[in-house]
């Protein structure tokens, strides 16, 4: 950060969904290395990174960013961890994380997700006076666009991170919220973290942008990209951020945004391998004092109010289909443990009767054992995941209907009434 | 809540840890339902429940409580719930919940905790224009208390029960934390949220106290209450609380605190059972507009500040030592995984050798599966832990490296080398 004349400050900021997952990311190693270098080299403010998931690589990096990084910290959580860390210019003076309810299926090994703990990690700093409440996170992935299993999980995990930052940055000037949301900008994640917080978008709002078209984050020139991923989008996808507000007496402004091309950051050697198969984004932010007057904008124009009333309801249909299929699985899954448990007793009760060969006994025992076992698992997910979708649920009904208590022109129920009555709703769905 | 002469308001609030399991809580409806009379009788602001296990038993009490509490959420996290909800006569405004990250084994059935899903709710009220943050919460059960297996998780929960709360109550006027801390008041679960957020306890600060000596909350003399828990306390234990605290421009004194006696609330029949196990609290806090100087103490006093760090030093010190445990844990478990590894080897290596018996080479492949999957879920529930423990102590690091800044006279290093110092500290453990 730099101080300007007229007092405004300057912000730089590095993000990059790093790919580094030990023995499977190729040339992870080296790419890290050349990572740590460009860092060092171009002397941000503030790196925050996802997918680092070895703490070796991060402990790496620190060491080698320590002259210009002085505070650094990752965040653990999970089995593996979050993958989520940050290098900082300026002293941390507080961190928080809150881990998502959601975040995939425990028997969904080949994806991973769920044993990663994914999370939203919170930095507090203080830069010249400037209260900045930093956050860092990245939601689960997409496997699938056409037939997304995983949709209710990331729209209930971007609900939940906008809730949290709601909740935890009243204080703040600043807001920053960097990483992967793995949805497109016309995606519902997307726009329920943007609208319900109010960011502003460093790619759109900046006057000069240099880097990929449409300022895509994952292209198929990147040489790490599975082509067959891109089929659909030849000019690449933006799924990665940088966004912000000014909470309070402040504004800001996106002077430049760039990103890598996919051929490796440009001020190493043309033949160097990319970052990561992500590309990696920078932005200069410009953050001037401001009347309160100009921020103050707790009564949205109609406009923006029913924008985001539609974004809400969006939200809540997809949890709620979600909800749907996991109250399915609930019950499917109970039955198939009735099942497991009748083999197991007539295992048992074959014991009795002489004439029954016992391997067919010691069958009957296993199967019900290994039917008992993996509908028991299968249950405990599905109702978990029924129980965290409700949560969300109930929470954006609330939010829905204070939404609708600002704007005064659609008030129709008492406040009294209305959250017993969507309670109500949800309880009959 | 009234309006008092000279603007002053009173809030009265309930708590009760409901101990409502089904088909374990010994006469749960009739109990549940006597609390439903109990509260449309007394007519509370508030009541915060906690073990309210059953999403059927919070129908019921919102039916019955609708005429007197027009607002009511049921909080669903794990895979039973968080047991957590809550009755208002007041519009509540904003909800969130805060699953905590350690809670127990999933091996310990009998324990269950680990299934429960334990959180912190959060509820954003406005009452006569002040902003009221409530929070209810129960942190992980002690079974035993001289050999106390779950100590390190609970106070990393009540470390992450402080955070929260100092993260989410930043424009909140008062803050309200009730429940079952499943502390004493020399504990350090206790102490640590109560001094960290600089918490004031109702029953320590009223001055019209009625109910159990000493305040307990969990006596001798409650029929449900098995007397070889209460051997070495035969008053009784307090571990449940109502805790508040101004944040700012207001005062608030606890006019008068009340608990129930073991045999039923006051105003049933004398033969009543009572309500629960735990005893119910009862506060009646008074909020007094105050000038903003009497409460900003964010400069704590010497003695204050030397607690405090005493505090969050033992606290640093239990999550390391269950930090140790954990780490034994993963090493131990991995070790047992590889031997699974390799009975499930030698079982397939035999099917080459046609003298093996095949029962000889089944029991082989069953006893090898068998292994591997109880040591690969102990593997990951225990380097789950270390994570979990690892992050809480970082975060601790830094509070106290911040709390020793605040201080001027114990200011040894730069703010700029005092986390990493901390952080190598901790990775050299």
Same mark, same amino acid.
């Given at each position: 950060?730099?101080?300007?004349?007229?007092?405004?400050?300057?912000?730089?900021?590095?993000?990059?969904?790093?790919?580094?997952?030990?023995?499977?990311?190729?040339?992870?190693?080296?790419?890290?290395?050349?990572?740590?270098?460009?860092?060092?080299?171009?002397?941000?403010?503030?790196?925050?990174?996802?997918?680092?998931?070895?703490?070796?690589?991060?402990?790496?990096?620190?060491?080698?960013?320590?002259?210009?990084?002085?505070?650094?910290?990752?965040?653990?959580?999970?089995?593996?961890?979050?993958?989520?860390?940050?290098?900082?210019?300026?002293?941390?003076?507080?961190?928080?994380?809150?881990?998502?309810?959601?975040?995939?299926?425990?028997?969904?090994?080949?994806?991973?997700?769920?044993?990663?703990?994914?999370?939203?990690?919170?930095?507090?700093?203080?830069?010249?006076?400037? +209260?900045?409440?930093?956050?860092?996170?990245?939601?689960?992935?997409?496997?699938?666009?056409?037939?997304?299993?995983?949709?209710?999980?990331?729209?209930?995990?971007?609900?939940?991170?906008?809730?949290?930052?709601?909740?935890?940055?009243?204080?703040?000037?600043?807001?920053?919220?960097?990483?992967?949301?793995?949805?497109?900008?016309?995606?519902?994640?997307?726009?329920?973290?943007?609208?319900?917080?109010?960011?502003?978008?460093?790619?759109?709002?900046?006057?000069?942008?240099?880097?990929?078209?449409?300022?895509?984050?994952?292209?198929?020139?990147?040489?790490?990209?599975?082509?067959?991923?891109?089929?659909?989008?030849?000019?690449?996808?933006?799924?990665?951020?940088?966004?912000?507000?000014?909470?309070?007496?402040?504004?800001?402004?996106?002077?430049?945004?760039?990103?890598?091309?996919?051929?490796?950051?440009?001020?190493?050697?043309?033949?160097?391998?990319?970052?990561?198969?992500?590309?990696?984004?920078?932005?200069? +932010?410009?953050?001037?004092?401001?009347?309160?007057?100009?921020?103050?904008?707790?009564?949205?124009?109609?406009?923006?109010?029913?924008?985001?009333?539609?974004?809400?309801?969006?939200?809540?249909?997809?949890?709620?289909?979600?909800?749907?299929?996991?109250?399915?699985?609930?019950?499917?899954?109970?039955?198939?443990?009735?099942?497991?448990?009748?083999?197991?007793? +007539?295992?048992?009760?074959?014991?009795?009767?002489?004439?029954?060969?016992?391997?067919?006994?010691?069958?009957?025992?296993?199967?019900?054992?290994?039917?008992?076992?993996?509908?028991?698992?299968?249950?405990?997910?599905?109702?978990?995941?029924?129980?965290?979708?409700?949560?969300?649920?109930?929470?954006?009904?609330?939010?829905?209907?204070?939404?609708?208590?600002?704007?005064?022109?659609?008030?129709?129920?008492?406040?009294?009434?209305?959250?017993?009555?969507?309670?109500?709703?949800?309880?009959?769905?």
């Amino acid at each position: 950060m730099e101080a300007e004349a007229g007092s405004a400050v300057r912000l730089k900021v590095f993000n990059l969904n790093c790919w580094a997952i030990p023995y499977m990311s190729k040339n992870r190693q080296v790419r890290m290395q050349h990572l740590g270098d460009f860092l060092n080299q171009k002397s941000f403010d503030l790196a925050l990174l996802q997918e680092v998931w070895s703490e070796r690589d991060f402990e790496s990096l620190r060491q080698k960013l320590l002259p210009n990084y002085t505070w650094a910290h990752y965040f653990r959580s999970g089995f593996i961890g979050s993958g989520l860390c940050v290098f900082s210019k300026h002293p941390i003076q507080e961190i928080f994380q809150h881990t998502y309810s959601l975040n995939g299926y425990p028997y969904k090994f080949h994806h991973g997700d769920w044993f990663c703990g994914k999370a939203v990690g919170m930095l507090v700093l203080e830069i010249y006076g400037i +209260l900045v409440n930093a956050y860092v996170t990245h939601l689960h992935a997409e496997y699938n666009r056409e037939h997304d299993n995983y949709l209710a999980h990331r729209v209930a995990q971007a609900w939940e991170l906008a809730q949290f930052i709601q909740h935890t940055s009243r204080k703040a000037d600043v807001v920053l919220l960097c990483g992967d949301l793995n949805s497109h900008p016309g995606d519902i994640g997307y726009r329920l973290v943007k609208e319900w917080l109010g960011l502003e978008d460093s790619y759109l709002e900046t006057q000069d942008f240099q880097g990929c078209e449409d300022g895509c984050t994952m292209v198929p020139s990147n040489c790490f990209v599975n082509p067959r991923e891109m089929e659909h989008f030849p000019r690449g996808v933006r799924i990665d951020y940088i966004l912000f507000k000014a909470v309070s007496g402040f504004r800001i402004t996106c002077e430049s945004f760039s990103t890598t091309t996919g051929s490796g950051p440009e001020d190493t050697t043309r033949n160097s391998i990319p970052l990561s198969d992500h590309e990696a984004l920078m932005a200069t +932010l410009s953050l001037r004092p401001a009347p309160l007057e100009q921020n103050s904008s707790s009564r949205r124009d109609a406009e923006t109010q029913a924008s985001l009333m539609g974004v809400l309801h969006e939200a809540w249909t997809e949890m709620g289909l979600g909800l749907a299929a996991a109250r399915q699985w609930v019950y499917s899954t109970g039955h198939l443990f009735s099942l497991g448990l009748l083999l197991l007793f +007539l295992g048992v009760g074959a014991l009795l009767f002489e004439e029954i060969p016992w391997v067919a006994e010691a069958l009957f025992m296993i199967l019900g054992a290994i039917v008992l076992l993996g509908s028991g698992g299968l249950y405990l997910t599905s109702l978990h995941e029924s129980k965290a979708l409700y949560e969300a649920q109930a929470e954006i009904e609330l939010a829905m209907e204070m939404a609708k208590e600002i704007q005064p022109e659609t008030v129709e129920l008492s406040s009294n009434s209305s959250l017993l009555r969507t309670t109500l709703q949800s309880e009959s769905k």
